[in-house]
């Protein structure tokens, strides 16, 4: 059964930082390139950043110089730090696991950023 199980959300003032985290378990984790998406409140979900099997990372443009994606494959995790947060970035974010064939979601955390 597959299973991504995301942590590390919660409330954060805007300038902060928090550090997401997301489990994989019941895939081969090292073939899979990973993303993070995001929804905001009665938004629709949106691409965040995703990294390739090799480490090679890509980021939407409102995160990008912020937001560091980065996967450890010993340890069947993808990790999302955030940095210089805005209230903008308040979303529940979700983890991917994406083949052109198959795609797997966790069920997401909540990142709130507000004075």
């Known amino acids: 059964q597959v299973q991504l199980v995301e942590s590390g959300g919660g409330l954060v003032q805007p300038g902060g930082s928090l550090r997401l985290s997301c489990a994989a378990s019941?895939?081969?984790?090292?073939?899979?390139?990973m993303a993070w998406y995001r929804q905001a409140p009665g938004k629709a979900r949106d691409f965040v950043a995703r990294?390739?099997?090799?480490?090679?990372?890509d980021y939407t443009d409102s995160v990008e110089g912020r937001f560091t994606i980065s996967r450890d494959n010993a340890k069947n995790t993808v990790d999302l730090q955030m940095d210089s947060l805005k209230p903008e970035d308040t979303a529940v974010y979700y983890c991917?696991?994406?083949?052109?064939?198959?795609?797997?979601w966790g069920k997401g955390t909540l990142v709130n950023v507000s004075a």
């Open positions: 990294i390739s099997t090799e480490g090679a990372a």
């Open positions: 991917r696991a994406e083949l052109v064939s198959v795609q797997y």
């Open positions: 019941g895939i081969i984790f090292s073939i899979f390139p």
